[in-house]
């Protein structure tokens, strides 16, 4: 059996950057989620999330088609079942990025196959800095951003690694570091 590496960090904490490079240097299988959210400015459906309304994602919980899902702030995202499985079951390791909600419900149903990694921000102050430059967001929405990174941050606890994201290329080091070791795991 595979596993699943889960990494999860505030918006803005640079993990879509750090999922292309890992994806890029590792032989991981990355899951595409499904949100309700509209994409952004370069977003492509089917590669970075499967765009789907909320009537469908409603319908995909009410028939278990989910490994987990979760509302993040105002929006639905989930983790196709399928593909999770799928690819388990032959051997392969997958990577999912998706909330602390997902992450703990991953734990609990694959209690032994999951490996839970947070990506922290050096600071909350860089954090809100990195929002504000990405020009994705207005200021309301960088202030939730900000407001849901510190609840977010109070459940490391439940995670199995944190990993400090001071440099692109020394976190994602960290990461294939741990992704080496859990493939040593007795
Ligand atoms: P964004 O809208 O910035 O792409 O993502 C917002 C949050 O949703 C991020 O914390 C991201 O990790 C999380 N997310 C993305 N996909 C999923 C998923 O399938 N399940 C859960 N629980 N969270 C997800």
């Known amino acids: 059996m595979g596993k699943i590496f889960v990494i999860s960090s505030p918006s803005g904490g640079g993990k879509t950057t750090i999922k292309n490079h890992l994806l890029r240097q590792s032989s991981l299988l990355y899951s595409v989620s499904c949100t309700t959210r509209l994409p952004r400015q370069g977003e492509k459906d089917k590669r970075d999330y499967f765009f789907i309304s909320q009537k469908s ?70 954090l809100g800095q990195r929002l504000k430059n990405r020009k994705t967001e207005g200021d309301e929405e960088i202030c939730q951003r900000l407001k849901l990174a510190e609840k977010e941050m109070q459940e490391i606890k439940r995670y199995d690694y944190l990993v400090f994201n001071k440099s692109l290329r020394l976190c994602v080091e960290d990461i294939k570091t741990i992704i080496k070791a859990e493939g040593c795991r007795i």
């Open 57 to 126: 994602f409603k319908q995909k919980i009410k028939d278990n088609e989910f490994a987990e899902w979760a509302k993040v702030l105002a929006n639905y995202y989930g983790t196709p079942r399928y593909f999770l499985e799928k690819w388990l079951k032959r051997g392969k390791n997958i990577l999912l990025e998706i909330d602390v909600k997902g992450a703990k419900q991953i734990k609990k149903e694959y209690k032994k196959q999951s490996v839970l990694i947070f990506i922290s921000p050096p600071s909350l102050q860089e």
